[in-house]
């Protein structure tokens, strides 16, 4: 806890200092972008509402098929109430964690039919540069990590910062930045934490307000949320590299003398104790 919000101290600091801007919105491009978050939000109510409805039928199948298999209509089966309970009591960002299950390519045109539909309804014209703005957005909030998308598909970057829903900061080659990323607002951050806690079995709420997980690929999440986090929601991911450092790397680095690796080939060899200590600040993991 203590060390989480240390760092994000450090992002606040001397994140502030250098940061990657976008050219300021006019009134217009403002308002246009409201439009487009609420036709975002419009379609992404829609596409729950689908998953609802198919997960109920999906229920009521399951249960149709245990009652032709009972002699005794009492005695009910507790694996079809066990899912409707759970479906019931999972929150919105966990329901739609269920995604992944789904074919990705089959949610795509899901997703490009109803944007299509929304903005015809609206009468939105957007161009071919916004349309697949809107349509990648859209898409990374469903099946991945919503704006953090595009962070974690960089392979410069080594850690992301989010302290609340309008101040993301990433860490390049050591150097702290403060990106042009944004969250719509509380909830949207929300959503994403939940949709990565969400698979692990983990839940996030003003009654277990820090949670720590892991992505799919091993990199380490930590977030905190009020009344733990008292400037919004906190959210830490540091990630690991593709590519791991190996000792050739890590003498060029100066991590250590040549002399350090080659005593610890001989511990190794002769199947010494070895007793690791010190504070964990790994960029990468090592190949040795």
């Not at 469903?142 to 960089?154: D, I, N, R, S």
Request: proline fraction near 6%; glycine fraction near 6%.
């Amino acid at each position: 806890m203590s060390s989480l919000l240390a760092r994000m101290q450090q992002a606040s600091d001397e994140g502030n200092g250098e940061m990657e801007t976008a050219p300021p919105l006019t009134t217009l491009e403002r308002h246009r972008e409201e439009r487009i978050k609420l036709v975002r939000r419009r379609i992404q109510e829609m596409l729950l509402a689908e998953l609802r409805a198919q997960q109920a039928e999906e229920i009521r199948k399951r249960k149709k098929e245990e009652q032709k298999k009972k002699k005794n209509k009492g005695d009910e089966q507790p694996a079809t109430h066990a899912l409707k309970n759970k479906m019931e009591r999972a929150p919105l960002g966990q329901r739609s964690s269920t995604l992944e299950s789904k074919q990705h390519e089959g949610m795509r045109r899901r997703i490009a039919e109803l944007l299509d539909q929304v903005l015809n309804e609206e009468g939105l014209l957007l161009s071919r540069a916004d349309h697949k703005r809107v349509f990648e957005q859209l898409v990374f909030d469903l099946l991945g990590y919503g704006p953090l998308e595009k962070l974690l598909a960089e392979p410069e970057i080594t850690d992301i910062m989010v302290i609340g829903p309008e101040r993301v900061y990433v860490e390049r080659a050591g150097r702290l930045v403060r990106t042009d990323v944004r969250f719509d607002d509380e909830d949207h951050l929300r959503h994403i934490i939940d949709r990565i806690v969400g698979p692990l079995g983990r839940r996030i709420d003003e009654s277990s307000p820090m949670v720590d997980a892991r992505l799919p690929d091993g990199s380490r999440v930590n977030a905190v949320i009020p009344p733990l986090a008292l400037d919004g929601t906190y959210l830490t991911i540091r990630k690991f590299s593709e590519v791991p450092l190996g000792v050739s790397d890590l003498i060029e680095f100066k991590t250590a003398p040549p002399e350090i690796f080659e005593f610890l080939q001989a511990a190794v060899a002769a199947k010494l104790n070895i007793l690791v200590s010190g504070r964990h600040r790994q960029r990468a993991r090592p190949r040795c």
